[in-house]
């Protein structure tokens, strides 16, 4: 099997990383200027909201663009790129249209913020998974594990909002709860992708298997 060195670039490694880390400080950040620690009383949407939105903006951006970086330095054959840019729109739009204040998702703009972080959320992870497919065996199996893990908090997520009190909070602090920590386990994924593309050996496009 052909295979090309999974260092790739050094400047979209380099890059790649430094947005994986921005993404958790950034994370600290909205919490602090917010003063809403996590879990969130409403939702992690909305730490974009108010003089420090723009931190919001940023840890969205930063974190979306991580894994095409990645993938540049590492790349990967497959739907990964093509995942992985659907789910940087999302984010984008999730960055720069903002929420309604104390949640309810009412207004046409809070309906557009709410449709592009679902699909940055279910098309990053999946767009991870095929970019790391040909990584090595522990790999593959913690971004599995992750992935299976942010689809069962995902239908958490959805029940909640669907008025169930998935947590003994209420309904809509458990919704904020699980979203939150749905945000978590997504940039774990991203951490393994920038652990994992600075050493993967990855299958070349084309190679004979």
Do not use: K, N
């Not at 997520?157 to 945000?183: F, K, N």
């Amino acid at each position: 099997m052909a295979i090309v060195d999974g260092r790739g670039p050094r400047g979209a490694l380099i890059a790649g990383r430094s947005c994986a880390a921005a993404g958790w400080l950034l994370w600290i950040v909205m919490q602090v200027v917010a003063d809403d620690p996590f879990p969130p009383e409403v939702s992690v949407s909305q730490y974009g909201l108010g003089a420090f939105g723009w931190v919001f903006t940023v840890w969205a951006l930063a974190l979306a663009a991580a894994p095409i970086l990645l993938l540049r330095a590492a790349p990967a054959p497959g739907p990964a790129a093509a995942l992985l840019w659907v789910g940087f729109a999302g984010a984008a739009v999730m960055a720069v249209v903002r929420t309604d204040e104390g949640g309810g998702a009412m207004s046409g703009h809070a309906q557009v913020h709410m449709v592009g972080a679902a699909v940055a959320l279910v098309f990053l992870p999946l767009g991870i998974r095929f970019a790391l497919r040909g990584a090595g065996v522990f790999t593959r199996r913690l971004c599995s594990v992750l992935v299976v893990v942010a689809a069962f908090f995902g239908t958490l997520v959805l029940l909640s909002a669907a008025g169930v009190d998935t947590a003994g909070l209420g309904a809509p602090r458990s919704w904020a709860l699980w979203q939150g920590t749905l945000v978590v386990v997504e940039m774990l994924l991203v951490s393994v992708h920038a652990v994992e593309s600075g050493r993967a050996r990855i299958p070349a496009v084309g190679a004979e298997r």
